[in-house]
């Protein structure tokens, strides 16, 4: 049991930690507008990361499967609210002197359907169902268990971006280096969410 715990924590940290729309938003979010003003968009994109994780509990991909458009549609919904929210943090303002800036940070509802909307959280909860699915007792208690594990380690993963944001914050002091920090952030996000919905053999 041990074993599978250690697979599944591994596994979670690196399909949810790698460089994605969601953790490419926190860290843009923490650099530009600072860790604190970043909680509730992280908040946000916990709650709505909860959502896809009972969403791929409860077999939304046999209703992708017997409905294609459907799932056409998140995507495409996913894809334009994450250029978005990518569009807003590259054309956020400079910090000023006091180390603040003027623009309003991505709120909670921003980070819930981002996340709510990303392809590639629902993609990642359905690998892990499929391939590390926790031995239990009955399918119910594995089912909720691996959900419960997974969600604990989407908080330190993401808590962990949105930090690594807060410690490139200094470079934004800087507004030619702040502009191509921001720009770079935006455009990772746009091509990591295009690169999830690209079909693998």
Same mark, same amino acid.
């Given at each position: 049991?041990?074993? +599978?715990?250690?697979?599944? !924590?591994?596994?979670?940290?690196?399909?949810?930690?790698?460089?994605?729309?969601?953790?490419?938003?926190?860290?843009?979010?923490?650099?530009?507008?600072?860790?604190?003003?970043?909680?509730?968009?992280?908040?946000?994109?916990?709650?709505?990361?909860?959502?896809?994780?009972?969403?791929?509990? @409860?077999?939304?991909?046999?209703?992708?499967?017997?409905?294609?458009?459907?799932?056409? !549609?998140?995507?495409?919904?996913? @894809?334009?609210?994450? @250029?978005?929210?990518?569009?807003? !943090?590259?054309?956020?303002?400079?910090?000023?002197?006091?180390? &603040?800036?003027?623009?309003?940070?991505?709120?909670?509802?921003?980070?819930?359907?981002?996340?709510?909307?990303?392809?590639?959280?629902?993609?990642?909860?359905?690998?892990?169902?499929?391939?590390?699915?926790?031995?239990?007792?009955?399918?119910?208690?594995?089912?909720?268990?691996?959900?419960? !594990?997974?969600?604990?380690?989407?908080?330190?993963?993401?808590?962990?971006?949105?930090?690594?944001?807060?410690?490139?914050?200094?470079?934004?002091?800087?507004?030619?280096?702040?502009?191509?920090?921001?720009?770079?952030?935006?455009?990772?996000?746009? @091509?990591?969410?295009?690169? +999830?919905?690209?079909?693998? &053999?």
């Amino acid at each position: 049991m041990i074993e +599978s715990i250690i697979s599944l !924590i591994t596994a979670t940290s690196l399909l949810l930690g790698s460089p994605g729309p969601a953790p490419l938003a926190l860290a843009a979010t923490g650099a530009t507008y600072g860790i604190k003003n970043g909680i509730p968009f992280l908040l946000g994109i916990l709650s709505g990361l909860a959502i896809a994780i009972i969403g791929a509990t @409860v077999g939304i991909a046999a209703l992708f499967s017997a409905f294609p458009n459907i799932k056409l !549609i998140v995507q495409v919904a996913g @894809v334009l609210y994450i @250029v978005y929210v990518a569009q807003k !943090i590259a054309r956020a303002p400079a910090l000023c002197s006091s180390g &603040k800036t003027s623009g309003t940070s991505p709120a909670f509802i921003d980070g819930f359907i981002l996340n709510l909307l990303n392809p590639k959280a629902y993609a990642a909860f359905l690998a892990i169902f499929s391939q590390f699915l926790l031995p239990l007792q009955t399918d119910l208690l594995s089912y909720v268990t691996t959900a419960i !594990i997974c969600f604990i380690v989407a908080v330190f993963v993401d808590v962990a971006w949105l930090v690594l944001g807060g410690v490139l914050r200094p470079f934004f002091e800087s507004p030619k280096s702040a502009r191509i920090l921001r720009l770079t952030f935006a455009v990772l996000m746009v @091509v990591a969410v295009v690169f +999830s919905l690209v079909p693998r &053999k």
